[in-house]
Structure formats: structure tokens, C-alpha cells
């Protein structure tokens, strides 16, 4: 059985700055961000028209895209940071190799996962507190912030990836069979239009895991393209 979920509902206002010159990246904040109650979006292009906002408005949170040659992330990092507290800006990375910015105190690559910037911008008091380690079934203990699995039985632990922390944390939260597209939007940020094996992989590595270490062959139950924790 997965531990019940302690929901607190706290409706605080997040006012997010987004320093950005692409526009069509500007339209993808604002559509996926903007349906947020919670959240209040404020655009800038540039340094002079960041620093008439912050005087203007209490920011909570920057993002900050690694920009052309006219808008350069960089500067602007800088700028703000000698204003504002270290720990509210976000860097967003163009490419893996992009430099990160020392003042920065977290970084995304591109494309965005949405979900994962929310994890970042959105308060504690916000989100759905839950249990740091939550009890499920076949004996097993999942350890939400060490990335581990627990077997009482065997009294031996073993370390997921990233990612199946990710897809089992969000089985756990749904308590239900989650469709493959959903998992594909909320985990990887891929839309229903995309084509790819990348879920399946991950799961049968995972069940493997698991059964390899644990003996338990039943753990994510699939049914019509759905996924559930058994």
C-alpha cells in the first residue's frame, strides 16, 4: 500500500521574471506557465527593461535563456545578481556544453521540461507535502530524495536513475494507471505527436532492476498502453 498524501492547499502568488529575445520560446513560457493560478509572468529582452521590473515588482523567481549576441544570458545574470538574492535565478541551457554561470543556482537544458522548472519556482508551502520516504508494496521502501530502493525482506537497497525516480515517484502520486503520453509529457516533455520507445526502455530496465536484486517480478503492472505500480 503507498502511504497516504497529505494535501495543504496555500494559494501564494510567485511573480516570475523570464528574460528572453526568441519569441516563440516567449509564446511556450506563456502558454504553459500562464495557466498557473499561482503564477504571474512578467517578459524582458533586455537588461535595462529587467531592472525597470524588479524596481517595480517584488520578483520571486528569474529565467534566464542562454541568449544571442544582442541579449548575452551572461550580463544579464550578473546584473540581476548584484541585486537580488543568489538563490532565485534560473539558467537555461541551449546545449549541454553551454557555460554555466556561477550566480546561478539551478540550470535547465533545452527543450524544457515544464514540469521540472514548476519543481523549481513553486514554494514548499505550495506543493503536496509528502512522506520523504513512502512504503510500498512487496516489502519495498522508496527513498524520494536518495534516488533508492529499499527491500525489508532482503534488507538491501539499490540506486535508481534519474528518471525512474521520476516515473515511479509519479506512479505513486497518481495511484492509478497513468497513460504512456502522459508519462512521455510530465516526465520528458514529449507531446502525443512523438513517436518513441524511450518509456518502455526505462520500465523494463527498472522492472529488471528490481527483480534482479529484489526477486519480485511484479511490480509495474502494464495494461493498454498504461502503466500502474502493482
Known amino acids: 500500500m503507498v502511504s497516504k498524501i497529505k ?3 496555500i494559494i501564494n502568488i510567485m511573480k516570475i521574471l523570464i ?5 516563440l520560446l516567449k509564446e511556450n513560457f ?3 506557465l500562464d495557466l498557473k493560478s499561482n503564477l504571474n509572468l512578467f517578459f524582458s529582452s533586455s537588461i535595462l527593461k529587467s531592472k525597470r521590473i524588479i524596481i517595480k515588482e517584488k520578483i520571486d523567481f528569474f529565467i534566464i535563456s542562454s541568449l544571442g549576441s544582442k541579449l548575452n544570458s551572461f550580463n ?3 546584473e540581476i545578481f548584484d541585486q537580488k538574492p543568489r538563490k532565485k535565478i534560473i539558467q537555461i541551457l541551449d546545449k549541454v556544453d553551454d557555460n554555466k554561470h556561477k550566480y546561478s543556482s ?4 533545452k527543450p524544457i521540461v515544464f514540469n521540472k522548472l514548476l519543481s523549481l519556482i ?3 508551502k505550495n506543493r503536496v507535502y509528502q512522506k520523504k520516504n513512502l512504503e510500498l508494496s512487496n516489502g519495498l521502501i522508496f527513498k524520494r530524495y536518495q534516488r533508492k530502493l529499499l527491500s525489508i525482506k532482503k534488507k538491501k537497497e539499490i540506486v535508481l536513475t534519474e528518471k525512474e525516480s521520476e516515473i515511479l515517484n509519479y506512479l505513486i502520486k497518481e495511484k492509478k494507471f497513468v497513460r504512456k503520453t502522459d508519462l512521455l509529457h510530465n516526465i520528458w516533455g514529449f507531446n502525443n505527436k512523438v ?3 524511450t518509456l518502455e526502455t526505462h520500465i523494463y530496465r527498472l522492472r529488471k532492476k528490481i527483480n534482479k536484486n529484489f526477486g519480485i517480478k511484479k511490480f509495474i503492472f502494464v ?4 502503466y500502474k505500480i502493482v
Open 7 to 9: 494535501k495543504i492547499n
Open 19 to 23: 528574460v528572453e529575445n526568441n519569441f
Open 30 to 32: 506563456f502558454s504553459q
Open 76 to 78: 544579464v545574470i550578473k
Open 106 to 109: 539551478h540550470y535547465l537544458k
Open 122 to 124: 513553486i514554494k514548499p
Open 195 to 197: 513517436k518513441t520507445r
Open 223 to 226: 495494461q493498454n498502453n498504461s
